[in-house]
């Protein structure tokens, strides 16, 4: 078989480099398991670049194939009998390793490039109290505002009779009065558990017996416009135990009244009418949702 010049295939298009392809193969006598064999590729992806169904071919690939589909003198010219599948399937499976972070899609330059506007100077805009807006700046005509704001905690609840209790807080941004679970900021020299016990006592007056983190601590809240990171906690066994707390109306409910105020999944869920009668707070969901799995409601 002649050989198929890495720059004949670099100038055809991904329809051409097909056709080219399957003609070189079919003229050399190999079928597209010996060929996948001898590429170090999937039968599966041979037969997607034959039929011209992938964009534009990388180069490694096109100067593999035509190595890989050339005889020498030493190699006999007869259609290779295709390994079968599952033996394939079986040695790439014991010899792969996993990849590291070099060798993923990203390299490590193409990382750099993507961090390197992430990492772009700031310039402060405005700040009150703990709270400040910043703008970064990556690319001329191309603005970021960030709130940096300090990390919270959000606290589920659970009465020593077993209710969930919620606020109804009003929100600003919402526009209205948002079923949610307590939260707030995370002091310095303070923990995650340490605050979700000060959040407790200074909203609803409680103290609580015990305490469970769920989910990720220390999540992003909006990772694209926010720096606050969250950390979800379940308290249960909270009672009473002080009359000095912030005056804010509260709703006690069932586990199973909180969760069936979150909407059911599917296709043809949607936006409910009026925001107040659901739990239309991502961390409350998040929250009553984890507590569940975990069996602590």
């Given at each position: 078989m002649r050989n198929i010049s890495a720059r004949t295939m670099a100038g055809a298009g991904s329809t051409e480099f097909g056709v080219l392809l399957r003609q070189h193969r079919q003229a050399a006598s190999l079928s597209q398991e010996a060929l996948a064999?001898?590429?170090?590729?999937?039968?599966?992806?041979?037969?997607?670049?034959?039929?011209?169904k992938r964009g534009g071919p990388r180069?490694?690939?096109?100067?593999?194939?035509?190595?890989?589909?050339?005889?020498?003198?030493?190699?006999?010219?007869?259609?290779?009998?295709?390994?079968?599948?599952?033996?394939?399937?079986?040695?790439?499976?014991?010899?792969s390793t996993p990849r590291s972070r070099a060798s993923c899609a990203c390299d490590s330059r193409k990382e750099e490039e993507i961090m390197e506007p992430?990492?772009?100077?700031?310039?402060?805009?405005?700040?009150?109290?703990?709270?400040?807006?910043?703008?970064?700046?990556?690319?001329?005509?191309?603005?970021?505002?960030?709130?940096?704001?300090?990390?919270?905690?959000?606290?589920?609840?659970v009465t020593t009779e077993?209710?969930?209790?919620?606020?109804?807080?009003?929100?600003?941004?919402?526009?209205?009065r948002v079923l949610e679970a307590p939260a707030g900021g995370i002091d310095a020299g303070e923990d995650a558990i340490g605050a979700a016990r000060r959040e407790l006592r200074e909203e609803l007056g409680y103290a609580c017996d015990d305490m469970t983190r769920v989910g990720t601590p220390g999540a992003f809240s909006s990772?694209?416009?926010?720096?606050?990171?969250?950390t979800l906690v379940v308290a249960r066994g909270c009672h009473a135990?002080?009359?000095?707390?912030?005056?804010?109306?509260?709703?006690?409910?069932?586990?199973?009244?909180?969760?069936?105020?979150?909407?059911?999944?599917?296709?043809?869920?949607?936006?409910?009418?009026?925001?107040?009668?659901?739990?239309?707070?991502?961390k409350t969901m998040l929250l009553l949702v984890l507590a569940r799995q975990a069996r602590l409601i």
């Open positions: 064999e001898r590429a170090g590729l999937s039968v599966d992806a041979i037969g997607v670049i034959e039929r011209g180069p490694d690939t096109i100067a593999l194939l035509p190595r890989r589909s050339t005889f020498t003198a030493t190699r006999p010219r007869s259609r290779s009998a295709p390994t079968p599948r599952a033996s394939r399937v079986s040695s790439r499976a014991t010899t992430i990492n772009a100077p700031e310039k402060p805009i405005y700040s009150t109290g703990p709270y400040s807006v910043v703008l970064k700046q990556p690319q001329p005509n191309k603005d970021h505002l960030i709130l940096r704001s300090p990390d919270v905690v959000h606290i589920l609840p077993g209710q969930v209790v919620l606020l109804r807080e009003a929100r600003y941004g919402a526009g209205c990772p694209g416009v926010l720096s606050e990171r969250s135990a002080t009359d000095e707390h912030e005056d804010i109306p509260t709703v006690s409910l069932t586990p199973d009244e909180a969760l069936a105020l979150i909407a059911s999944p599917g296709p043809d869920a949607q936006p409910a009418p009026n925001p107040e009668d659901v739990v239309a707070d991502v």
